[in-house]
T-cell receptor, first 113, second 109 residues
């Protein structure tokens, strides 16, 4: 039982490049989330999904897009990376009844030069 | 606005007790959550309170006062492995978590 798996774990991009972060969960959770974590700040919600085929904007959605074509996968895309998107990205999942009891992935450290 | 405040860093001694405070102000309230995050790792769920009072889970307890917008996490019999950041988060009216910046707890032998 892997829980929540994120790939890649590390990535370095140049400004303007695009990339996709993949999150996969094997717990049959309805809800999935993408957060970013920056030094001295709390986790900030980028986008989230309450079920297959649905997505919604969080607190800091600009510059990111997401898709949830399958229940177990939640993809985060950066179309044109900027240095301000240098961060550690965490994917998390939760059940509908306990939506705030989240299981997190190990994180993806992204550096944009 | 929405705001979660907790101390940036605390130091305690192995075997002792430490209390990490958190004050919150969110639009709506659906619970106060505590997560633990070891350096370089993912946050993991510790406990939550929806009603006023103390919830005990082994060496860890969490307290909530909704009227004061206040919670604390109490860690007893501290062990070196408790060195981590402790994240306080409030669930708002949309059941979205609003996170504090975390309290880094340093345990000294």
């Amino acid at each position: 039982n892997a829980g929540v798996t994120q790939t890649p774990k590390f990535r370095v991009l140049k400004t303007g490049q695009s990339m996709t972060l993949l999150c996969a969960q094997d717990m049959n959770h309805e809800y999935m989330y993408w957060y970013r974590q920056d030094p001295g700040m709390g986790l900030r919600l980028i986008h989230y999904s309450v079920g297959e085929g649905t997505t919604a904007k969080g607190e800091v959605p600009d510059g990111y897009n997401v898709s949830r074509l399958k229940k177990q996968n939640f993809l985060l895309g950066l179309e044109s990376a900027a240095p301000s998107q240098t961060s550690v990205y965490f994917c998390a999942s939760g059940t509908e009844s306990g939506a705030n009891v989240l299981t997190f992935g190990a994180g993806s450290r992204l550096t944009v030069l | 606005g929405q705001n979660i405040d907790q101390p940036t860093e605390m130091t305690a001694t192995e075997g002792a007790i430490v209390q990490i405070n958190c004050t919150y102000q969110t639009s709506g309230f659906n619970g106060l959550f505590w997560y633990q995050q070891h350096a370089g790792e993912a946050p993991t769920f510790l406990s939550y309170n929806v009603l006023d009072g103390l919830e005990e889970k082994g060496r860890f307890s969490s307290f909530l006062s909704r009227s004061k917008g206040y919670s604390y996490l109490l860690l007893k019999e501290l062990q070196m492995k408790d060195s981590a950041s402790y994240l306080c988060a409030s669930s708002d009216s949309n059941y979205q978590l609003i996170w504090g910046a975390g309290t880094k707890l340093i345990i000294k032998p």
